[in-house]
């Protein structure tokens, strides 16, 4: 059963409702682009590696916070960071959970796998870990650790110790 047999209204209403999908699609590619940004030649780049949204939130206000301070600083997740933004930036403070039993966060794998199996040059670089973590776990704050040890290996300078925190306290 139709609600109406007028194929002018119907073909009306199926462009209508195309052309709002386009909108979203449009919105939405829009907003990804907004969000990431330029994230090369940064004073401070803030990375994080999260699972449940704590470590992009601390992230987030942090990068809001050096931004109100006048610096240039951005919040990127592993997912969408670049060797070439990582090289460029002054200072890298990283915020990483660490999920289950010392994995990586789920958007943090490639950059992991992929990333971390390669020595950069981070010399010019300082650097900060905040891992975040369960002791409750066998692996407490093992991805935070790794992203530490890796950072040295490329030689990044360290500004401070490895900063692991239990549970968010």
């Known amino acids: 059963m139709r609600i109406t047999h007028d194929h002018l209204r119907l073909t009306l209403a199926g462009f209508t409702g195309a052309a ?19 994230i090369v030649g940064l004073d401070d780049l803030i990375l994080y590696a999260s699972q449940t949204g704590q470590a992009e939130a601390i992230a987030n206000l942090t990068a809001a916070r050096l931004k109100a301070g006048g610096h240039k600083a951005a919040a990127v997740s592993a997912r969408d960071v670049t060797p070439e933004a990582l090289t460029s930036c002054r200072r890298l403070l990283v ?16 950059f992991e796998r992929d990333l971390m199996s390669q020595t950069l040059d981070l010399s010019a670089i300082g650097f900060s870990v905040l891992a975040l973590g369960d002791r409750s776990h066998g692996h407490f704050c093992a991805f935070g650790r790794r992203l530490d040890a890796w950072l040295t290996a490329c030689g990044a300078q360290a500004l401070r110790t490895c900063l692991e925190v239990d549970d968010l306290d």
């Open 20 to 38: 709002l999908l386009l909108s979203f699609v449009w919105a939405a590619i829009k907003q990804t682009r907004a969000a990431t940004g330029p």
């Open 95 to 110: 915020v990483a959970a660490t999920a289950g039993e010392g994995e990586a966060p789920d958007d943090a794998f490639r």
